[in-house]
């Protein structure tokens, strides 16, 4: 038993991860109609920064994290004003250049830290005992800070005109524009949002997990599948699909084994959705 609950907290840090990821990804292709390729490379690029912050320039932790975020959110805007807002209505353009890019950051990481995993810790060590449960604080404080993020999406999706207008051009992008909504406005910032949060996820979770040039390659799949699974659109379905992803890949590791609880995950997901093709929460893309 005490395995088992030791198991669900890395299930529930590992789903807190992916449904970062998830709405960030979710973000730009429900809103943008664009599939960014270049999402996992984002989340590799959020761990470099913090890393390069916290051990060239000498900054604390937390504040490495939100230049993390800052960066990553920069980048993304531009990148959307300059490029992708020429061709956004052209998908196979759309994804070349996303692919491109994340080619682009990849390639710089390697050329400017190396192939070889830095040495990039987590600052707080140590585990809450509880019982005889023992739970790392890093896995904790992960968990906290992304509810925070994804409750600050939510408001900001769901709560603020600006929210309102991104989910309007969404729907109908041309008769959102006749009512005054400018697109060439609002994408580069729903962009922008969508990076940062793949940005914050790499500062937050690497330092857990590993840091590498192609670390975002696996994150990119998983969060592909979470959306999917969630149902596009929908945050919450996002989150609950996240989470569910997050258990069932630490649990089918521990008591399956590496391969068998990769296959036991894709298994899950397309019982899922044979049985539900929308997604979990499908409904609330159309009810959004």
Not at 67 to 75: E, H, K
Not at 105 to 121: D, R
Not at 263 to 269: D, G, S
Request: aromatic residues 10%; neutral net charge; proline residues 4%.
């Amino acid at each position: 038993m005490t395995a088992f609950i030791a198991t669900a907290m890395i299930g529930l840090s590992l789903g807190s991860q992916y449904a970062l990821l998830a709405l960030g990804f979710t973000l730009i292709f429900g809103i943008l109609g664009v599939m960014n390729f270049a999402h996992g490379a984002f989340y590799a690029l959020g761990g470099y920064v913090a890393y390069a912050a916290v051990s060239h320039l000498g900054m604390p932790y937390p504040v490495a994290v939100v230049i993390a975020a800052l960066v990553t959110g920069a980048i993304g805007y531009v990148f959307e004003l300059l490029l992708i807002q020429r061709v956004i209505d052209d998908h196979l353009s759309t994804l070349m250049l996303t692919l491109g890019l994340s080619m682009l950051i990849t390639t710089g990481l390697v050329g400017g830290f190396g192939a070889e995993s830095p040495e990039f810790k987590f600052p707080v060590e140590g585990v809450l005992e509880m019982g005889p449960v023992r739970v790392p604080l890093s896995n904790l404080i992960t968990v906290a800070v992304s509810a925070c993020i994804i409750g600050g999406v939510y408001l900001l999706m769901f709560k603020t005109g600006f929210g309102r207008a991104l989910r309007a051009l969404a729907s109908d992008r041309e008769t959102a524009s006749t009512l005054g909504l400018r697109a060439n406005l609002m994408f580069p910032l729903a962009f922008s949002i969508a990076t940062a949060l793949a940005g914050v996820t790499g500062a937050l979770v690497t330092p857990i997990l590993s840091l590498s040039p192609h670390v975002g390659e696996p994150v990119l799949a998983t969060s592909f599948i979470v959306v999917i699974l969630g149902g596009l659109g929908s945050l919450w379905g996002e989150v609950a699909a996240a989470v569910i992803v997050g258990l069932v890949e630490a649990y089918s590791s521990v008591y399956l084994g590496g391969s068998r609880g990769a296959l036991a995950l894709f298994v899950l997901v397309l019982i899922l959705l044979i049985v539900k093709p929308s997604g979990l929460f499908g409904r609330e893309v159309r009810g959004a």
